[in-house]
């Protein structure tokens, strides 16, 4: 009776332990149930063993026993070595991601972000349990590229005053804890996850403000000639976006991260003019995209041209023409020119895609710069490209030929130019801090603003570049490369017929072909 129960002890055990092998991983998601089972399991299996001790020694004596020892222990090698090259593989993992589209790889602003973490950043994912490896998919690129990234997957409805603890509201919701900070997204894409990444990083709100009362571009519009997806997109990356008259406030404010003049249809006042200087004396960071004229008789943008002029970008009144033919890719014409090219600068690093600017102007360096301030171009046109000087023929007749006896310029032409210098400390450096980042202003001259607009921004590379240009001029580089894509849909409609088609081949006529060829061999032979 007692044999009995010892051997029913012995083979429950080692079906525990299998059961919690099979549970541990075919269910990631219950381990604490496999490291149970597998206790239990072991502690059959050893009572047994202690019950039975002396069966087992007689076993172990025959010669067919030490036989199979041998050949146990020549497995039990194998199976160590296959260990050791598993666990070295773990720990120089290195995987490739072959699909077309690099949907399993993340995008350089995420490694970037990942890459400079320097405290543990720590993922909670609560949602239901049979959604957690659509979930596990996507973080776990996060974990690979950095091992600060710990993720705990977390059931709300199983782990209740954990989920309240959180705040959480829905289900799906991702908290990301970085240095006593706290943020949370309720999406697992690419882009909402590492803009989560990038504002518990930040720990703070940047504030941009866009200039209003000379018709510049509104951030509120949903127009095609509006800025409302381009500050959304800001807010996404946890930049705050406001507006500012300056005429009317009679200065910039002091929290301005980045103050953006976006294509203003009359020039600014001297008072406009000063307080921007002033603002930039304190370290501040600028963006002027200063459209060409766009009827014949638009009044020049004197006073802001004079502005740009001042920081060594010299904006120029011609309109940027290209007949390369590269504007017939995305559907454009010679007025929008197209760059493809772009001089080594921060904000185009490692940037290979298309842009579009539709109606641009020059804005160039000028040659050994102005008051110390030296620019350097980081957009240009094609070299069939120019800057045409004879605005009025063509805005009234669309005419355009090359004529650099009228002061035409044959391109490249340089669209966009920026700038660095150092600022004057508003207080001398505290003691500890002499190490601390000098403060650093930052102007950007573009001769466009189109391209930011809704109507331009899905155009190739335009959103990554006006998104690049303002992670420059925040001194936040981490922020400067390529936003992560949305998936591409590759999926394939069928018609019934088809559908019925490969419901044939695929369950009975291939199949059928190996069972018949099967049998003839079969037929043969016998």
Not at 227 to 256: C, F, H, M, S, W
Not at 454 to 470: A, K, P, S
Request: overall charge neutral; aromatic content about 8%.
């Amino acid at each position: 009776m007692v044999n009995r129960l010892l051997s029913l002890v012995g083979w429950l055990g080692t079906a525990l332990v299998f059961v919690a092998v099979a549970i541990r991983f075919g269910y990631p998601a219950k381990e604490q149930w496999a490291s149970y089972l597998a206790w239990a399991g072991l502690v059959c299996v050893l009572a047994y063993t202690l019950g039975q001790w002396r069966e087992i020694a007689k076993v172990f004596s025959r010669r067919q026993a030490r036989y199979g020892t041998l050949a146990a222990t020549s497995v039990l090698v194998v199976l160590g070595i296959l260990v050791a090259i598993n666990y070295i593989g773990a720990r120089q993992n290195k995987r490739w991601d072959l699909t077309v589209s690099k949907q399993f790889s993340l995008s350089d602003q995420s490694r970037n972000v990942l890459t400079k973490l320097d405290s543990p950043l720590q993922v909670l994912v609560f949602a239901q349990e049979p959604e957690f490896p659509r979930y596990r998919d996507k973080l776990k690129e996060y974990e690979y590229m950095s091992k600060k990234v710990t993720t705990e997957y977390i059931d709300p409805d199983k782990k209740p005053t954990l989920a309240k603890q959180n705040q959480i509201q829905q289900y799906g919701t991702i908290v990301f804890n970085y240095k006593g900070r706290t943020e949370r997204v309720t999406s697992d894409n690419e882009q909402e996850l590492t803009n989560g990444v990038i504002k518990v990083v930040s720990g703070q709100q940047r504030k941009i403000y866009f200039t209003q009362g000379h018709g510049e571009k509104d951030t509120v519009s949903a127009d095609r000639d509006g800025y409302n997806t381009i500050a959304a997109a800001l807010g996404r990356e946890n930049y705050t976006v406001e507006k500012v008259v300056i005429a009317q406030q009679g200065a910039v404010p002091d929290e301005a991260s980045v103050v953006i003049v976006a294509g203003p249809r009359t020039d600014f006042f001297a008072p406009e003019i000063e307080a921007l200087k002033k603002y930039l004396e304190k370290s501040g960071k600028l963006l002027l995209e200063l459209d060409p004229p766009d009827k014949a008789d638009s009044p020049p943008l004197t006073n802001l041209i004079a502005l740009a002029h001042d920081w060594g970008v010299q904006v120029a009144n011609n309109v940027v023409v290209d007949v390369s033919g590269m504007g017939r890719l995305i559907g454009t014409d010679a007025s929008v020119p197209v760059a493809a090219n772009y001089p080594s600068h921060p904000i185009t690093q490692r940037f290979t895609f298309l842009t579009a600017f539709p109606l641009a102007r020059e804005a160039s360096p000028i040659s050994g710069g102005v008051n110390g301030h030296i620019a350097q171009t980081f957009v240009e046109t094609s070299p069939r490209s120019w800057a045409e000087t004879d605005i009025k023929s063509l805005l009234l007749r669309g005419e355009v030929a090359l004529d650099e006896s009228k002061g035409d310029k044959k391109g490249p032409v340089a669209i966009a130019s920026a700038v660095s210098a150092a600022a004057t400390p508003a207080a001398p450096p505290k003691p500890g801090e002499a190490d601390a980042p000098k403060p650093e202003t930052r102007v950007v001259v573009m001769g466009d603003s189109d391209f930011a607009a809704n109507g331009g921004l899905g155009i190739q590379g335009n959103r990554d570049l006006f998104m690049n240009t303002v992670g420059w001029l925040t001194l936040q580089e981490n922020l400067i490369s390529i936003r992560p894509k949305e998936a591409d849909d590759r999926r394939i409609t069928l018609t019934a017929t088809q559908q019925s088609n490969i419901t044939w081949l695929s369950l009975l006529l291939i199949p059928g072909f190996v069972f018949a060829t099967g049998v003839f061999t079969w037929w043969r032979r016998r």
